[in-house]
T-cell receptor, first 111, second 113 residues
């Protein structure tokens, strides 16, 4: 059975802190790992990672994949209150259009 | 503007009633998905469809039914057989197999009392 495990499940930080969110996975025929941000309703796409060791970056957010150790991290530097959200990790497999999601990390950034 | 719409945003029903949630997309995507989200549970796949007139069960299909008569539309019916229907329901679409980026609608929050 495919498994995607995110940690921590929740996190409270102060504005300006740097946070690291973790996602480990056990899936057959791994193809890609995706990160989404869910603020109130619809999750919005952040990154898709398919190759090990190549960092994807967008502003203060960055992510990297380690296919040998089967995990990914999402870093957020200089956090702002607008970063408060649930961050979802999902994994896709070759030959399938479905994704397996983790339970998410709920991040709260306090002013 | 291209996107996915879900209606209604909030839905209240009495136990024992079937209810249908709407999902429409104008992205010309082939694949569509229904997820259920409970607090602290992430997203769990209910049903998905990769082509018109065809759909497959996801991980938690019991008590739900779907149809895919048009490419743009993928309605979900929550039947009275679903034991715990109160949840947040999300619809998503993607261009198809091996294209993993899914686009989500705003969701419908269903409360059954």
């Amino acid at each position: 059975e495919d498994k995607v495990v995110q940690s921590p499940l929740s996190l409270v930080v102060h504005e300006g802190d740097t946070v690291t969110l973790n996602c480990s996975y056990e899936v057959t025929n791994f193809r890609s790992l995706l990160w989404y941000k869910q603020e109130k309703k619809a999750p919005t796409f952040l990154f898709m990672l398919t190759s090990s060791g190549i960092e994807k970056k967008s502003g203060r957010l960055s992510s990297i994949l380690d296919k040998k150790e089967l995990f990914s991290i999402l870093n957020i530097t200089a956090t702002q209150t607008g970063d408060s959200a649930i961050y979802l990790c999902a994994v896709g497999r070759w030959g399938y259009s479905t994704l397996t999601f983790g339970k998410g990390t709920m991040l709260l950034v306090s002013p | 503007d291209g996107g996915i719409t879900q209606s209604p945003k909030y839905l209240f029903r009495k136990e024992g009633q079937n209810v249908t949630l709407s999902c429409e997309q104008n992205l010309n995507h082939d694949a569509m998905y229904w997820y259920r989200q409970d607090p602290g549970q992430g997203l769990r796949l209910i049903y998905y469809s990769q082509i018109v007139n065809d759909f497959q069960k996801g991980d938690i299909a019991e008590g739900y039914s779907v149809s895919r008569e048009k490419k743009e539309s993928f309605p979900l019916t929550v039947t009275s057989a679903q034991k715990n229907p109160t949840a947040f329901y999300l619809c998503a679409s993607s261009t198809g197999t091996n294209t993993y980026e899914q686009y989500f609608g705003p969701g419908t929050r269903l409360t059954v009392t």
